[in-house]
């Protein structure tokens, strides 16, 4: 089985949730061999163009320091990054969909216009890193993305590609601490019990996102659309912007959610 067929595979059964399925294919806390060394990767960069952008699809590169390197442009889908150093490194219009970033450190990074369809960032840490634009339908359970940007974020649900079920931004449990989210799609994200405090949430799509017990403490929300999303047990104490929000008033379990 090639590297790039092991790693599609890996991620559509844990994205579909059989963590048994995944466990018989590799095991959680196993060590992970790369197929690669950071050389080789820098030499693979340095030789691609705009004509012929680097080609690291499907390469396992878990574990490498890959620190401050230039992979803008570069296809990545399918590689395997797990716990590998990427603190500020151009990602820039890169190709990483389907890619499999678990623990990552991503500090930083600059991830603007990327794809990550799909991806897996769970635990990854992306603090200060600049996602701007980028496609981010994927896993980032507690991921740490404070002071992160992803301004004009496009989270939300891919409703015309749904062939295993919904595929969704999945940002339970995440540190979004002052991340600036202005005029993000997250639309039908999953974010229950994830830290948003002091967020810029300004003109966000929240429409029909899961906010179950997700902290909002001083966020700003004007302008923010919550049309059909569900603030079981949300925290919206001292926010901003609270007379503009969009669809308050049709949002689900609204009498449960904490205000001033």
């Known amino acids: 089985m090639t590297n790039w067929n092991r790693a599609a595979i890996f991620r559509r059964l844990a994205w579909a949730g059989a963590a048994f399925c995944v466990l018989a294919l590799r095991p959680a806390d196993a060590p992970v061999a790369a197929d690669w060394n950071a050389e080789m990767v820098r030499q693979t960069l340095a030789a691609g163009d705009r004509r012929s952008p680097p080609n690291l699809a499907g390469k396992d590169l878990s574990g490498l320091d890959l620190a401050d390197l230039d ?154 659309d919550l049309t059909g999303a569900n603030l079981l047990n949300a925290r919206f104490t001292a926010i901003t912007g609270r007379d503009a929000i969009k669809g308050l008033d049709a949002a689900k379990n609204l009498a449960t959610a904490i205000f001033d």
């Open 71 to 224: 992979f803008k442009a570069a296809n990545l889908a399918g590689a395997v990054l797990k716990r590998a150093n990427l603190a500020g490194a151009n990602l820039s219009g890169a190709n990483l969909d389907l890619a499999i970033l678990r623990d990552a450190d991503l500090k930083g990074a600059d991830l603007r216009e990327a794809s990550l369809f799909s991806a897996v960032l769970a635990g990854a840490d992306l603090r200060n890193a600049n996602l701007a634009g980028a496609r981010l339908v994927a896993n980032l359970e507690r991921a740490n993305l404070g002071g992160a940007n992803l301004e004009r974020l496009r989270g939300g649900a891919d409703m015309k590609n749904q062939p295993m079920g919904l595929m969704r931004l999945s940002m339970s449990k995440a540190k979004l601490v002052g991340a600036r989210l202005a005029g993000a799609d997250l639309s039908r994200a999953l974010l229950e019990f994830a830290d948003l405090s002091r967020a810029d949430l300004r003109g966000a799509n929240l429409t029909r996102a899961d906010l179950s017990a997700a902290d909002l403490s001083g966020a700003a929300l004007a302008g923010a």
